[in-house]
């Protein structure tokens, strides 16, 4: 058998039985009326994964964003997301003394122009198998509130309606 392994390993490649590690990829997030708003850029990192957020069209002021628990993103509320993916069974919010769910993240801030630029690191998540996989079996997704996310309010931030959403799969940028 240990001969085997030599010609095994680059065959099971070639059929694609072994998944090739995804270490980048992009989100496309629309608005309720199916609108691009851009993309944001997941890139595994060894503290978590970077995510670089280039938006445009999204209302003025600070919004919450996070990391939700399936990856369907149906208009117009988007509740198709289902909760943040919280895999560990934390309670909501950055500031909560007990720690957070893995899909909570910082606010973003859109510009008077619509846009945002910005990077956010995500420290409980990754792209590599395992618990606090993205890829889990219903998928994640990324999806932005009409508010600010206060941090402790149970069970989502009291941050507001969803305003748009992206569904994260394994498409590789």
Same mark, same amino acid.
Not at 23 to 49: F, T, W
Not at 117 to 122: C, F, G, N, P
């Given at each position: ?26 989100? !496309?997030?629309? &608005? ?5 708003? /851009? %993309? ?5 990192? +060894?503290?978590? =994964? ?53 899909? !909570?993240?910082? &606010? ?5 122009? /619509? %846009? ?5 690191? +995500?420290?409980? =998540? ?48």
């Amino acid at each position: 058998m240990k001969r085997l392994w030599p010609i095994l390993i680059p065959l099971l490649l070639l059929t694609g039985c072994m998944e090739e590690e995804i270490k980048k990829l992009e989100v !496309d997030i629309h &608005n309720e009326v199916g609108d691009s708003l /851009g %993309k944001i850029e997941l890139q595994e990192q +060894a503290k978590g =994964v970077m995510m670089k957020i280039d938006l445009d069209g999204l209302p003025p002021g600070e919004h919450g964003i996070h990391i939700h628990e399936k990856n369907q993103c149906d208009p117009p509320d988007f509740e198709s997301a289902g909760n943040h993916f919280n895999p560990d069974k934390k309670e909501h919010g950055l500031l909560h003394p007990k720690g957070a769910h893995a899909g !909570d993240l910082p &606010n973003i801030i859109v510009g008077d122009d /619509g %846009k945002v630029k910005a990077d956010i690191l +995500a420290p409980s =998540v990754t792209l590599k198998e395992g618990k606090n996989s993205l890829f889990t079996k219903k998928g994640t997704s990324i999806v932005i509130t009409e508010e600010k996310d206060d941090g402790m309010t149970q069970p989502a931030g009291d941050s507001g309606e969803r305003i748009a959403c992206g569904s994260i799969t394994k498409k590789k940028k």
